[in-house]
């Protein structure tokens, strides 16, 4: 691959980038929005979205809650697994 084809940094490949880095014109403005018109336009997108159901919701949540008490008790095991060994073996626990 021929150093002057090579990516540049600022996306513009070999010396025409340097050329044209020149000749670029600075950024127009942005308009401005009213905030009540934000706020209209947020509340037409959040109809726009399909939500889960109330019956769905609550599955999920009560999945999260059984899992993360599996999760719990299964670290407490092996904590106190590892704790006990531990113990046996600096002769702490005797």
Do not use: Y
Request: net charge positive; no cysteine; glycine share 10%.
């Amino acid at each position: 691959m021929a150093r002057d084809t090579k990516n540049r940094p600022s996306g513009k490949t070999g010396a025409a980038g340097k050329a044209g880095a020149a000749q670029s014109a600075p950024p127009a403005r942005k308009r401005t929005t009213s905030p009540l018109k934000f706020f209209s336009e947020v509340r037409q997108e959040g109809r726009k979205v399909t939500w889960t159901s109330r019956n769905e919701t609550l599955v999920s949540t009560i999945m999260v809650v059984v899992m993360a008490s599996f999760a719990a008790l299964f670290f407490f095991g092996v904590d106190s697994i590892i704790g006990f060994v531990v113990n046996l073996l600096l002769g702490l626990g005797a």
